[in-house]
C-alpha cells in the first residue's frame, strides 16, 4: 500500500484560501482514484472530493461544491485539494486516502485547517 502525507494545513480567516497536498512517500504509483475527507472534533469522518486515477473525473460534497477544486499530478504521487471561500464549518483534520479494490485506504496523518469567523 502508499503511505500518504498531507500537507498545507493552518489557520486563515472566513473567506480565505489554503491548498492543501498529499504526497505518497516513496517510489509509489498513484494510480488510483483519490478522495479528501476531513474529521472535525466530535464528528465522524465526512467525505469531501474524490478524482479518478485518470484526473478526469472529479466528485464533491455539497458542502464544498463550488468552493473546493481536487486535482492530481501522478508524475510527482500528489493530489491537491485547493479551498477557496473558506467558511468556519470547514474547520477539521483534513485526510487523503485512496481507493483500492473498492475501499479507502492508505490514510494520511491528516493536516490541521482552522478557519476562525
Known amino acids: 500500500q502508499v503511505q500518504l502525507v498531507e500537507s498545507g494545513g493552518g489557520l486563515v480567516q472566513a473567506g480565505g484560501s489554503l491548498r492543501l497536498s498529499c504526497a505518497a512517500s516513496?517510489?509509489?504509483?498513484?494510480?488510483?482514484?483519490m478522495g479528501w475527507f476531513r474529521q472535525a472534533p466530535g464528528k465522524e469522518r465526512e467525505f469531501v472530493a474524490r478524482?479518478?486515477?485518470?484526473?478526469?473525473?472529479?466528485y464533491y460534497a455539497d458542502s464544498v461544491k463550488g468552493r473546493f477544486t481536487i486535482s492530481r499530478d501522478n508524475a510527482k504521487n500528489t493530489v491537491y485539494l485547493q479551498m477557496n471561500s473558506l467558511k468556519p464549518e470547514d474547520t477539521a483534520v483534513y485526510y487523503c486516502?485512496?481507493?483500492?479494490?473498492?475501499?479507502?485506504?492508505?490514510w494520511g496523518q491528516g493536516t490541521q485547517v482552522t478557519v476562525s469567523s
Open positions: 478524482i479518478s486515477w485518470t484526473g478526469f473525473s472529479t
Open positions: 486516502a485512496a481507493n483500492a479494490a473498492g475501499q479507502w485506504g492508505s
Open positions: 516513496g517510489r509509489t504509483l498513484l494510480n488510483y482514484p
